[in-house]
């Protein structure tokens, strides 16, 4: 979106908070007053450095630093982002994937000790590595898995209302350890829960494709969730959230999928998932729809009823049609609900630049009200497997090469475009005011981190060297960047007093 053509949400919101700044004033929902905020000292403010690291479709990783740039009066007659801390949207998560089963059967078994260690370190150490922080993490089964299989399979035509034989066995063969190996390199690391089918006999085809879930077994599901859970925690991963059914209007062929309405959906957080978790003492969130952008009758029909909304703790949305303004619609109608965005895979079907396409989701994502940014598998192999249906292209945040004799990771564009927001962006960080100019020219959007750092990633999707303006307090940095390249700025915050 250029600043002519942004969307109403962020207009109107700006004109909002500029008023209130204006009167001194802020409302619980919209932006912080810049209380305090004062210049450094003469001759200290705009000699600041600002850190610069870039990105090309050639990175193999992260971005690479570059020469730093500073603050001054001299202004370029380029195009200039401006960015002002004072008018503040939503609070960042952060940012992550999914170790699916697939992707956590490759990390244990096809990497050796040390090189498993040595990637997790750079995919989720905010020192070492590339700091993401979030994983989506399948309840079961589900495209991407070896075979199919819930926590309470028993045989055709039996059913377990009282889940005597739910068990997270299966999971503690690989997929738990990595997790844990995980959270031992950041202990921050926070796991979403989402099942793709409940167990069969809960549902109307008693298959664990298509269908949907019997009335009765409600009650059922709901302590479904609640074992899975506390099994999780009693294992050493906390669960954060789960979302209570992955794309509810989709019902594929060929995995485990689950159709569920958005009145359906009302009525089983309200009559037993929210009240199931109450009962159980679980302060793990509950988030609706976790589907995709063309789709938001659902969630709008689920938060529009009193009850569901109460028990909800924010939205999830995929990219798998529509875009990303969706979520300022959601917003617009919804202030005090969180947006989590769950999902989107990269793949063999992108065409052109890619890395202009994934750090161009980021970005859109984000500056439409997102708090995360999550994409889909961690890591898959050079086939795009393993997995049981659905996608046969799919890409991973990391590529597991193996034969024989050998395996290799190798990291693909999709671990650089996260590595342009997570390695800078830290949980608790509020997105902050940039004007952006739109696709074929600058892309952009601007955070203030907890520390008071300011971070500021720029698309050039122009196709040609582009020079330009980072005004800031009335100063100016200029910048010269190269065609179809990402750059994340880095600068020293002044400091606000408490």
């Known amino acids: 979106m250029n600043s002519s053509t942004a969307s109403f949400s962020e207009r109107s919101t700006a004109r909002s908070h500029w008023f209130l700044l204006l009167v001194g004033l802020c409302s619980a929902s919209g932006c912080v007053p810049a209380r305090g905020q004062e210049k450094y000292p003469a001759g200290q403010t705009w000699h600041a450095e600002i850190k610069v690291y870039e990105a090309t479709e050639k990175t193999n990783g992260e971005p690479q630093p570059q020469a730093p740039v500073h603050f001054d ?54 020192e070492k590595g590339i700091g993401l922080n979030l994983l989506r993490q399948p309840m079961g089964a589900s495209d991407f898995s070896r075979e199919d299989y819930t926590y309470d399979d028993v045989a055709a035509g039996e059913s377990d209302p009282q889940l005597r034989n739910f068990t997270i066995e299966r999971d503690q063969q690989y997929i738990l350890p990595v997790l844990k190996e995980i959270l031992a390199i950041n202990p921050g690391v926070r796991v979403i829960g989402t099942p793709w089918s409940p167990p069969a006999w809960m549902k109307t085809t008693q298959s664990l494709l298509k269908g949907s879930l019997k009335r009765e077994a409600y009650p059922a599901l709901a302590n479904y969730f609640v074992k899975f859970v506390k099994s999780y925690q009693q294992a050493g991963v906390p669960i ?11 019902e594929p062929a060929d995995y485990p999928g689950m159709g569920m309405s958005s009145a359906e959906q009302a009525e089983f957080l309200t009559t037993a998932l929210g009240p199931a978790f109450h009962a159980a003492g679980l302060k793990t969130r509950i988030f609706i729809f976790d589907h995709n952008w063309d789709l938001i009758n659902f969630p709008i029909e689920v938060m529009s009823h009193p009850k569901a909304a109460a028990y909800s703790s924010g939205i999830a949305t995929h990219c798998y049609g529509g875009g990303a303004t969706a979520q300022s619609e959601l917003h617009d109608r919804f202030p005090h609900a969180d947006i989590w965005f769950t999902e989107c895979s990269g793949g063999d079907w992108q065409r052109g630049n890619l890395l202009v396409e994934q750090t161009r989701l980021i970005i859109a994502t984000m500056r439409n009200w997102s708090q995360t940014v999550i994409l889909w598998n961690l890591a ?87 020079t330009f303006n980072i005004a800031w307090g009335g100063k100016f940095a200029v910048y010269a960047m190269k065609p179809f390249a990402a750059a994340t700025f880095v600068w020293p915050g002044r400091v606000r007093k408490q």
């Open 240 to 250: 954060f959230a789960v979302t209570m059914q992955n794309e509810p209007l989709n």
């Open 73 to 126: 009066s001299t202004r370029a007659p380029e195009l200039t982002i401006t960015v002002n801390e004072a008018i503040r949207y939503q609070r960042v998560e952060g940012f992550g994937a999914s170790l699916t089963d697939s992707s956590a059967w490759l990390l244990a078994n096809k990497l050796s000790a040390e090189q498993r260690k040595e990637w997790l370190q750079r995919l989720f150490d905010p």
């Open 380 to 466: 898959l192999d050079q086939d795009h497997q393993p997995h049981l249906g659905g996608c046969t292209d799919c890409r991973g945040v990391v590529t597991v090469q193996h034969d024989d004799t050998s395996s290799d990771v190798i990291p693909t564009v999709d671990f650089t475009a996260l590595a342009l927001a997570s390695k800078f962006v830290r949980r608790g960080a509020e997105r902050i005011s940039s004007n952006t100019f739109g696709q074929g020219s600058l892309e952009d959007v601007a955070f203030r981190n907890p520390d008071d750092s300011l971070v500021l990633l720029v698309l050039n999707s122009s196709g040609k060297p582009v």
